[in-house]
Nanobody, 116 residues
Framework: QVQLVESGGGKVQAGESLRLSCAAS????????MGWYRQVPGKQRELVAT???????TYAAFVKGRFTISRENALSTVYLQMNSLQSEDTAVYYC??????????WGQGTQVTVSS
């Protein structure tokens, strides 16, 4: 089992920034990829950003250069720096890790609310 502890969500005004953190209970070397997804009520969970074990990063089109994903191996932590937040970014953000054998694990989710 993998435990994921997320932090950093909150309420901000449009144009402000937040940084989300997700600490994993296992070394990052167990994971093929780490990333962030988000979900709003009534919609499917969607990809925000991922980073592979080879440091390849993928961003959703709506990020448009505003978000940056990074990883600190020594802390087994993945971050999502979110700048220029918009009201459309309001969602529950979930941390995800995928082990090399393909198993996915999810965090409990952290609420991000952006008011315009």
């Amino acid at each position: 089992q993998v435990q994921l502890v997320e932090s950093g969500g909150g309420k901000v005004q449009a144009g402000e920034s937040l940084r989300l953190s997700c600490a994993a209970s296992l070394s990052v070397f167990n994971f093929a990829a780490m990333g962030w997804y988000r979900q709003v009520p009534g919609k499917q969970r969607e990809l925000v950003a991922t980073i592979s074990d080879g440091d390849d990063v993928t961003y959703a089109a709506f990020v448009k250069g505003r978000f940056t994903i990074s990883r600190e191996n020594a802390l087994s932590t993945v971050y999502l720096q979110m700048n220029s937040l918009q009201s459309e970014d309001t969602a529950v953000y979930y941390c995800n890790v995928r082990k090399h054998i393909g198993t996915n694990y999810w965090g409990q989710g952290t609420q991000v609310t952006v008011s315009s």
